[in-house]
């Protein structure tokens, strides 16, 4: 369980990018958390692996207050949560196989990690996630030389490969055009259904959160403005969490019809 | 008609002064140093007009190079030395200069004062010239490879270093932050998210360094660490041009096969 207590992150230069944040997230949940850019959404997954710190309240995940973990305790927090990326982050130089292994690193002795030599079982979890996703006859070819989808899927894997109970996901399609965006978006959903992680999702198109999402979470300058279920949100839902009215811009759909 | 204000192209912002101050200095600090005046070193380009011409020792080798001189066991075996001492420091000083530059980098080193004592050492290594090394070691462990080897291992770590230090300023920092949100330990990190990216760099510092080391062999056998170095400072004291030119050819092969396999090592990585 994920538990935000009068959650607040000050940016140094005076930007508050959460407000007093009341918010608890069940296991196994997928939430959408929809918001303009700036609202506060990539701070509010950050917080929750502790790449971001609050500068005030209380942040419970998995029985722990991530505040106030040791550099072990939060390494250990990391373990148990994947993340995926707009940029999907991958190390292009070097193979697909590699990094996922990355997402097992928590596992594998540092000596290891620097010889290269993986255990059996490591590679074994990695190849397992390369074949959710579908993607495991790329497992040894370079990641610069992957198109933009079969890249966060690599992403997806190697969040995977952690055995996580969480994934937070920072606007994972922002970079990818329609088609792809729904492909990346039915693997995350897939994950949570079969496996049960909890799944947290940044999304800034509307269409795709109330496709997807079974509760979704509205940000408006750092403060919460919605919590529901997607299909009580409607229009005038997202009119209050944009504040403005909607355009053809805040859809995928539409957009992709421009 | 009136242009919306959206559609006004914008005027082009004033260059700054920097780069124009910046080449006046050059030029300014380059013709100091050609100026006669008191504090000048009073070169003159006349010499290069009224001595070249002259009949020169020098020349008349490099007219009539002794190739046979490259082929002779002596020189052969004073060669092969010379790479050695160059394979053997260039290997050790890569090893130890990749965690250095590493280290020397703000996210390698978050912690201040280990990242200042590597940069601090660096600096240290880097201000000796390879000739100060080499006596250095001369003295302590006395004459043949053995110092030798020292000094071109603290050479390269000086040179790969730097190099490799000032590509890790340009790498891609986001499997760095995926790296930390999967739990990965630090150096686990660095192993996985950035060697990867300046490996291929990497790799070609170190055969440059390599290159240098070679070359940098006649210094050593001059002062008595070793090598090709020793029959060249024996050639030139006794005038033998000749059998100079005849061994530089070997160095000419050498940088010419390191060039070679240094681009096909880079395309196979890259």
Redesign the interface.
């Known amino acids: 369980m994920i538990r935000f207590e009068r959650a607040s992150v000050t940016y140094s230069g005076g930007v508050s990018a959460l407000r007093d944040l009341e918010l608890e997230i069940q296991d196994g949940e997928f939430v959408v958390v929809v918001g303009l850019s700036g609202a506060g959404k990539s701070t509010l997954v950050r917080a929750i ?1 502790g ?1 971001v710190s609050l500068t005030a309240g209380r942040l419970m995940v998995n029985d722990r207050d991530v505040g106030s973990l040791s550099a072990a305790g939060l ?5 148990e ?3 995926i ?1 707009q ?8 193979t697909v196989l ?1 990094n996922v ?3 097992r ?2 596992q ?1 002795p ?1 000596w290891r ?2 010889v290269g030599a993986y255990p059996h079982d490591d590679v074994e979890i990695a190849m397992q996630a390369l074949e959710r996703v579908e993607i495991v006859e790329k497992a040894f070819v370079r990641a610069s030389n992957l198109s933009g989808g079969q890249r966060q899927r690599v992403g997806i894997a ?2 995977l490969a ?1 055995q996580p109970r969480v994934i937070l996901a920072d606007e994972p399609v922002a970079s990818l055009d329609p088609p792809t965006s729904h492909v990346v978006m039915r693997y995350l959903q897939q994950i949570n259904r079969e496996l049960g992680i909890t799944t947290i999702v940044n999304l800034h198109f509307l269409d795709l959160a109330t496709a997807y999402a079974d509760r979704i979470i509205g940000l408006r300058a750092g403060e919460l403005v919605y919590d529901g279920t997607a299909a009580d949100a409607d229009a005038s839902v997202f009119e209050s969490i944009y504040g403005r009215s909607l355009t053809a811009d805040d859809t995928m759909a539409k957009q992709a019809a421009l | 008609m009136t242009v919306p204000a959206a559609l006004v192209r914008p005027r082009r912002p004033p260059r700054s002064a920097f780069a124009l101050i910046a080449c006046a200095a050059a030029a300014a600090l380059t013709l100091l140093a050609m100026w006669d005046w008191k504090y000048g070193i009073g070169f003159s380009f006349r010499s290069l007009v009224t001595e070249i011409t002259r009949k020169n020792a020098v020349i008349e080798g490099l007219l009539h190079p002794n190739w046979g001189q490259a082929l002779r066991p002596r020189t052969r075996q004073a060669f092969i030395e010379t790479l050695y001492i160059a394979v053997l420091g260039t290997t050790g000083g890569a090893v130890v200069a990749l965690p250095l530059a590493l280290w020397s980098t703000r996210f390698g080193a978050p912690i201040t004062w280990f990242r200042v004592v590597v940069r601090a050492l660096t600096n240290v290594i880097r201000a000796v010239p390879d000739i100060l090394w080499a006596l250095l070691f001369v003295a302590l462990v006395g004459i043949k490879a053995l110092p030798g080897i020292l000094a071109l291992f603290f050479f390269s770590i000086a040179v790969i270093t730097k190099l490799t230090a000032d590509t890790l300023d340009g790498i ?1 920092m ?2 760095l ?9 630090h ?3 660095l ?3 950035v060697v ?2 300046i ?2 760099t990497y790799v070609s510092f170190v055969l440059y360094a390599f290159e240098v080391n070679v070359r940098s062999s006649v210094v050593l056998g001059l002062v008595g660490a070793g090598g090709i170095g020793e029959r060249l400072d024996f050639f030139s004291a006794n005038l033998r041009w000749d059998a100079v030119w005849g061994i530089v050819v070997l160095f000419f092969a050498v940088v010419f096969v390191i060039e070679r396999f240094s681009t096909w090592l880079r395309r196979r990585l ?1």
């Open positions: 692996n790449l390494r250990a927090l990391r373990a949560i994947g993340m990326f940029g999907f982050n991958l190390v292009n130089r070097t590699n292994l990355m997402g690193l928590h594998v540092t990690t620097l190697r969040a952690q | 891609d986001g499997p932050e995926a790296a930390d949100a999967a739990g990965a330990r150096h686990q990190m192993r996985l998210a990867p990216q490996l291929p890259v």
